[in-house]
């Protein structure tokens, strides 16, 4: 994901748009037994001023993994604003290197802040009940004294 400024700035250009499909070299979710399925899609525009470089886009990727209530299989599909303003001058949170600019760090950054801590395999999930274990999705079980009401 990386943006030649440079070459942007010689095409008299003072924003232009960018698209990139990124796939994360780590692990950027802590929702266990879930996983970022096809990648992650960056859009946005960068706007060039002076020595600095401002980012605005949007990430979006979907998460597939248990379901946190009932254990079945589970999809959540995420999309997040994210926004970076990049700079030439030294001590720069995000730097502008040789006139390139590099959207990983903002990027992976916007994923692990938005991943879910949960995923549900449907809004009305009912779990499984405490007692016997049975998917109370699929069918009712004879524990009704521990039913969550
Ligand atoms: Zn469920
Ligand atoms: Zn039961």
Do not use: H
């Amino acid at each position: 994901m990386i943006i030649d400024v440079n070459k942007l700035r010689q095409q008299g250009k003072t924003e232009s748009e960018f698209s990139f499909a990124f796939t994360p070299g780590r692990q950027l979710t802590d929702l266990p037994n879930a996983d970022i399925v096809g990648g992650v899609n960056v859009n946005g525009k960068v706007y060039l001023t002076g020595k600095k470089a401002t980012v605005e886009g949007v990430v979006s990727f979907v998460i597939e993994g248990e379901c946190s209530r009932c254990l079945s299989p589970a999809r959540a599909e995420v999309q997040a604003e994210f926004s970076a303003e990049y700079s030439s001058e030294a001590g720069a949170e995000f730097p502008i290197r040789s006139g390139l600019i590099d959207l990983t760090d903002p990027v992976e950054e916007t994923v692990v802040i938005n991943s879910p801590m949960i995923i549900y395999c449907r809004e009305d999930c009912r779990g499984v009940c405490p007692v016997c274990g049975a998917n109370l999705n699929v069918s009712e079980c004879k524990c009704k004294t521990n039913r969550e009401v």
